[in-house]
């Protein structure tokens, strides 16, 4: 009796393990994707000044046209995505690894070690 209550215990341990483990593999993003995490982005930034040097964004970004936001620029491991707002007249670009996390945005296109 004490061995299978051994063997139960060791099962239970070596399943809980993986269960309780966070996988570090993430999966690419697609392009579509990347759209639409820019676009929540540009919503969180209506909302709250994030730091990023521009402040808080007008309401009217959370509603622009779907021909108004695409990838302006990818390469290995990242997605650079534009979202044009004609009636500022400013183009808000987002910058984010190839699996959606976001690392900087601004209104000039340009982030530091992309060429």
Request: hydrophobic share 40%; aromatic share 8%; net charge negative.
């Amino acid at each position: 009796m004490k061995l299978i209550k051994a063997l139960m215990i060791v099962a239970v341990l070596a399943v809980s393990g993986r269960a309780f483990s966070h996988g570090g593999d993430h999966d690419p993003i697609s392009e579509q994707q990347a759209v639409g995490i820019a676009k929540y982005v540009a919503v969180k930034l209506t909302e709250e000044d994030r730091g990023m040097g521009f402040g808080v964004l007008d309401e009217s970004w959370k509603d622009l046209p779907e021909e108004k936001v695409g990838i302006s620029k990818s390469g290995p491991g990242y997605y650079i995505v534009a979202m044009e707002h004609e009636e500022e007249g400013r183009t808000l670009y987002i910058l984010m690894s190839e699996t959606g996390s976001v690392y900087d945005a601004n209104f000039t296109g340009q982030f530091k070690g992309i060429e």
